[in-house]
Nanobody
Framework: QVQLVESGGGLVQPGGSLRLSCAAS????????MGWYRQAPGKQRELVAT???????NYADSVKGRFTISRDNAKNTVYLQMNSLKPEDTAVYYC???????????????WGQGTQVTVSS
């Protein structure tokens, strides 16, 4: 069984920074894409950023130039460095990973439990 555990959320003032971490644990053969999504109250979950096992990245237009996604494959961990935070970045942030548990298993999507990020003065 695979678990994704996020950390690093909290309350920050506009213009501030936060760093989110998400570590995958359990039976893991390989992890393909990893990423971050967010869901604000009353809105649908949206993509924030993704990163492949090879390091290729993709960002939502709303966070380009402010957020940076990275990963440590040896630790099965993905990070999201968030700078110049705005009130509209307030949301629950979810970690996502496509995980292959064993060599013969398919890649399956896994989600973390979410971590709250609140940007407010």
């Amino acid at each position: 069984q695979v678990q994704l555990v996020e950390s690093g959320g909290g309350l920050v003032q506009p213009g501030g920074s936060l760093r989110l971490s998400c570590a995958a644990s359990g039976i893991i053969f390989s992890i393909n894409a990893m990423g971050w999504y967010r869901q604000a109250p009353g809105k649908q979950r949206e993509l924030v950023a993704t990163i492949t096992s090879g390091g290729s990245t993709n960002y939502a237009d709303s966070v380009k130039g402010r957020f940076t996604i990275s990963r440590d494959n040896a630790k099965n961990t993905v990070y999201l460095q968030m700078n110049s935070l705005k009130p509209e970045d307030t949301a629950v942030y979810y970690c996502h990973a496509d995980v292959r548990a064993r060599l013969w298993d398919p890649n399956l999507p896994r989600w973390g439990q979410g971590t709250q990020v609140t940007v407010s003065s």
